[in-house]
């Protein structure tokens, strides 16, 4: 085929160089871009969650767990008695393997209380930094968004429960193999649901991915007893004290630091990442003084709670998030302007 041997080596050299170039190619746009997220400087705390942050994790657990210990709250079905309005809002997003479930609820008017406990200034001093720190087109919305709480405040249980609700928290279910599911940040689990998810498959992993985001792990771990249970220490330890049982791995654990006397039996990150098989990918982000987070990757989507509140690419943000009139719509921006001073960006 070649005239020589030195002919024979260019063209082997040739096709070498050829085969190299499109590996790397190949390699560099299928690599996963690393996460990153840019908070914009530093974020001032307020006082009373400084005062949080400087305590050791001995003290600020427990004490976690005394103000926050996990208590669903009431939603359509528990108010009304009936289905008339479904609190559920289920999607298929990956067909056979990922669905969503946005759950509605009503807001525990102590929930309100407990917050205003982390927040510096009056109602009327936050109102009016809130419309201030707004974007010029957004002001007069805005206005609109805390007449509306206001009214909607002034509600009975009853008319709020058949306007929906106000508040949402979405849970993902996972088809992570033929048979078995992953539930990441779980809702509530009426027996509808339970019927619903196990038509899909059979529930194998629970896993929380914030440990403030608590209110319905113990229900899902009831609802599901053979499940392995994935969370924060932080979050087994609010579970437990309304009686759940012991979380198989703590995913704020970690082998290579040293782990407090009282985990050091307990499954740690790497355990739970050995479990999953590779079928799903777990990456633990330390999070602010009152949770730790757990990102999530499966069938190429990622999934995260507690991290992001709100996109500073307004363009990525929900399609309503500006012009929305429900009390959920107004709940998101009066959120987005009023509580998190600080756009974050993630590439």
């Known amino acids: 085929?070649?005239?020589?041997?030195?002919?024979?080596?260019?063209?082997?050299?040739?096709?070498?160089?050829?085969?190299?170039?499109?590996?790397?190619?190949?390699?560099?746009a299928t690599a996963a871009k690393k996460l990153n997220v840019?908070?914009?400087?530093?974020?001032?705390?307020?006082?009373?969650?400084k005062i949080i942050a400087s305590l050791p994790d001995s003290i600020r657990i427990p004490l976690l767990v005394k103000l926050a210990k996990p208590s669903p709250p009431k939603d359509s079905i528990d108010i009304l008695g009936t289905k008339e309005v479904d609190p559920y809002k289920k999607?298929?997003?990956?067909p056979g393997k990922i669905w969503g479930v946005?759950?509605?609820?009503?807001?525990?008017?102590?929930?309100?209380?407990?917050?205003?406990?982390?927040?510096?200034?009056?109602?009327?001093?936050r109102k009016a930094a809130a419309i201030q720190n707004a974007p010029d087109?957004?002001?007069?919305i805005l206005k609109e968004d805390f007449d509306r709480k206001q009214k909607y405040d002034a509600l009975s249980?009853?008319?709020?429960?058949?306007?929906?609700?106000?508040?949402?928290?979405?849970?993902?279910?996972?088809?992570?193999?033929?048979?078995?599911?992953?539930?990441?940040n779980p809702v509530r689990m009426h027996l509808e649901m339970i019927d619903w998810i196990n038509q899909r498959g059979q529930v194998k992993y629970i896993v929380s991915g914030s440990s403030a985001h608590t209110n319905h792990l113990p229900g899902t771990a009831a609802a599901f007893p053979n499940a392995i249970i994935i969370c924060a220490s932080a979050a087994d330890a609010k579970c437990q004290?309304?009686?759940?049982?012991?979380?198989?791995?703590?995913?704020?654990?970690?082998?290579?630091?040293?782990?407090?006397?009282?985990?050091?039996?307990?499954?740690?990150?790497?355990?739970?990442?050995?479990?999953?098989?590779?079928?799903?990918?777990?990456?633990?982000?330390?999070?602010?003084?009152?949770?730790?987070?757990?990102?999530?990757?499966?069938?190429?989507?990622?999934?995260?709670?507690?991290?992001?509140y709100s996109s500073s690419d307004?363009?990525?943000?929900?399609?309503?998030?500006?012009?929305?009139?429900?009390?959920?719509?107004?709940?998101?921006?009066?959120?987005?302007?009023?509580?998190?001073?600080?756009k974050v960006k993630v590439r």
């Open 91 to 94: 999607r298929e997003i990956l």
């Open 314 to 342: 307004e363009t990525k943000r929900e399609s309503n998030f500006e012009t929305g009139s429900s009390i959920i719509h107004s709940g998101h921006r009066l959120f987005t302007h009023a509580f998190v001073s600080e």
């Open 102 to 125: 946005k759950y509605t609820c009503i807001t525990d008017p102590e929930l309100g209380k407990f917050l205003e406990m982390f927040m510096e200034g009056t109602k009327e001093e």
């Open 241 to 308: 004290a309304v009686g759940m049982r012991p979380a198989d791995y703590l995913y704020d654990l970690h082998e290579d630091e040293p782990l407090p006397k009282s985990y050091l039996h307990r499954g740690t990150m790497k355990h739970a990442t050995d479990a999953l098989n590779g079928q799903a990918k777990l990456f633990h982000v330390r999070g602010d003084v009152m949770t730790q987070s757990l990102l999530l990757l499966a069938h190429g989507h990622l999934f995260e709670v507690d991290l992001v």
């Open 1 to 28: 085929m070649f005239e020589d041997s030195s002919n024979f080596a260019i063209a082997l050299q040739f096709f070498t160089v050829v085969l190299a170039t499109r590996w790397l190619l190949k390699s560099k």
């Open 157 to 184: 249980d009853v008319e709020k429960a058949k306007l929906g609700g106000d508040s949402c928290q979405e849970m993902f279910v996972i088809k992570i193999n033929a048979d078995d599911l992953l539930l990441y």
């Open 137 to 140: 087109h957004l002001r007069a």
């Open 38 to 49: 840019d908070y914009g400087g530093d974020v001032s705390l307020p006082l009373p969650l």
